[in-house]
């Protein structure tokens, strides 16, 4: 309950910064992930992508509040442990929404810096775990009998903006155990999108 206060706070806090005049827009963005669920010994990085829609409001003095539609994917492979599991994955497709508070200090005319703060969302629509084991069948199943569909985490970002393109290298570190046993696992991952402001 405490973790969907904050992101109401970050939410609303900046309709009252909005000054009119301001100025809005649409882009679209899209990257790869370097994720992984985090306290678990078992797991290591794997690669994944996202793809979606931004809506980008001026505020004041570079000052921008940033929400978020995207459709991505998370997870983790898994490591060889050399004596029962051999390796595998799981990977989780869904509907994130972030929404980030951007500070956007200017370089020159067309140019500007971008640091991106705040929390995202997630929920899980479908996806797939595979354990391959030496001397046992590979299990092919659905993740979510084990893992939670929704997380919620933070959102850390830096980048460059030129006139309506965009680069962003990210860090994602979620706030909800995903575990539905209390395990004490986390989704974790570093991002790099390109993005477009119409």
């Not at 900046?14 to 370097?34: D, E, M, T």
């Not at 391959?132 to 980048?159: M, W």
Request: aromatic share 16%.
């Amino acid at each position: 309950m405490k973790k969907l206060l904050v992101i109401l706070v970050i939410s609303l806090f900046p309709l009252c910064c909005i000054h009119s005049g301001n100025r809005s827009g649409f882009g679209v963005k899209a990257g790869l992930s370097y994720t992984t669920i985090s306290g678990w010994r078992m797991t290591k990085y794997k690669t994944s992508g996202f793809i979606g829609g931004t809506y980008s409001i001026e505020m004041k003095n570079n000052w921008y509040f940033q929400p978020e539609l995207l459709f991505s994917n998370i997870g983790s492979n898994l490591k060889d442990d050399k004596t029962i599991l051999s390796g595998g994955y799981i990977g989780i497709y869904g509907i994130e929404t972030p929404v980030n508070i951007s500070y956007r200090p200017s370089l020159n005319r067309q140019t500007n810096m971008i640091f991106d703060i705040g929390m995202y969302s997630f929920i899980g629509l479908f996806g797939k775990k595979e354990y391959k084991y030496y001397e046992s069948p590979t299990i092919n199943d659905s993740p979510f009998d084990a893992i939670k569909r929704f997380n919620v985490g933070i959102n850390l970002g830096v980048g460059m903006k030129y006139k309506a393109y965009s680069t962003t290298v990210s860090f994602q570190r979620g706030l909800t155990d995903l575990s539905k046993n209390g395990g004490g696992i986390y989704h974790q991952s570093f991002r790099f999108s390109i993005g477009y402001y119409f």
